[in-house]
Nanobody
Framework: QVQLVESGGGLVQPGGSLRLSCAAS????????IGWFRQAPGKEREGVSC????????YYADSVKGRFTISRDNAKNTVYLQMNSPKPEDTAVYYC????????????WGQGTQVTVAA
C-alpha cells in the first residue's frame, strides 16, 4: 500500500522548535519531489516548502523562509520539516505530498498532523 504518514505535530510555544516527519511506505521517496503544505481553520491549503528529487534544491514560502528547513533522508525514506521560531500564525494541519504542486492529479497525500503554536 502506497502511503505517506506525517508525525511530530503537537503543541509548541512561540519561539520554540518542532520537527515534522513524513515517512513513506510502499514506494521509494527519493524518486519524488516532496512538498509540505498546511491548512489553518477557515483558510485554504497553502504550500509551505518543497524539496526536489534530483539535486535537493528547496523552496520556501515567504512566511516561513529563514525559520523552517526541509530535508530528506533517503536511507530512512523520510522527509523532515524543521520548524524553528514558530509563530501562532503557523498553527495549522500540516500535510506532506509527493509533489510541489498542490492540485496535480495522481499526487499521494498524507493524513496530516496538527501543529498548534501557543504560549
Amino acid at each position: 500500500q502506497v502511503q505517506l504518514v506525517e508525525s511530530g505535530g503537537g503543541l509548541v510555544q512561540p519561539g520554540g522548535s518542532l520537527r515534522l516527519s513524513c515517512a513513506a511506505s510502499g514506494f521509494t521517496l527519493d524518486y519524488y519531489a516532496i512538498g509540505w503544505f498546511r491548512q489553518a481553520p477557515g483558510k485554504e491549503r497553502e504550500g509551505v516548502s518543497c524539496i526536489s528529487s534530483s539535486d535537493g534544491s528547496t523552496y520556501y514560502a515567504d512566511s516561513v523562509k529563514g525559520r523552517f528547513t526541509i530535508s530528506r533522508d533517503n536511507a530512512k525514506n523520510t522527509v523532515y520539516l524543521q520548524m524553528n521560531s514558530p509563530k501562532p500564525e503557523d498553527t495549522a494541519v500540516y500535510y506532506c505530498a509527493t509533489d510541489c504542486m498542490m492540485n496535480r492529479a495522481g499526487t499521494t497525500w498524507g493524513q496530516g498532523t496538527q501543529v498548534t503554536v501557543a504560549a
